[in-house]
Nanobody, 122 residues
């Protein structure tokens, strides 16, 4: 059974940092691209970052470039999203997803986690 479980969300002040984790099981992470997406209330789900199967290719949304870093440890079946200099507009539910192609388009991801809430507020 394919599973992706996000963790690491929470409440943080503007300018703070969080590291999200996406623990995977039930499939071979070595062959899968992973994407991080977020959805704020009343807004569409948007791509935040993605990483290729071996980690050689990464992409970021313009809104998070220079602040967020995606990485993966295939030996631990886990993908991370380090988020620094957080802003109130980063507030959303964050999801990780697995797919065959490294892309920011959520339609290309077959498997999704349940999401973790990130709230940036003073």
């Amino acid at each position: 059974q394919v599973q992706l479980v996000e963790s690491g969300g929470g409440l943080v002040q503007p300018g703070g940092s969080l590291r999200l984790s996406c623990a995977t099981s039930g499939f071979t992470l070595d062959y899968s691209a992973i994407g991080w997406f977020r959805q704020a209330p009343g807004k569409e789900r948007e791509g935040v970052s993605c990483i290729s199967a071996r980690g050689g290719t990464t992409n970021y949304a313009d809104s998070v470039k220079g602040r967020f870093t995606i990485s993966r440890d295939n030996a631990k079946n886990t993908v991370y999203l380090q988020m620094n200099s957080l802003k109130p507009e980063d507030t959303a539910v964050y999801y990780c997803a697995a797919g065959a192609t490294v892309t920011m388009n959520p339609r290309f991801y077959a498997y999704w986690g349940q999401g973790t809430q990130v709230t940036v507020s003073s």
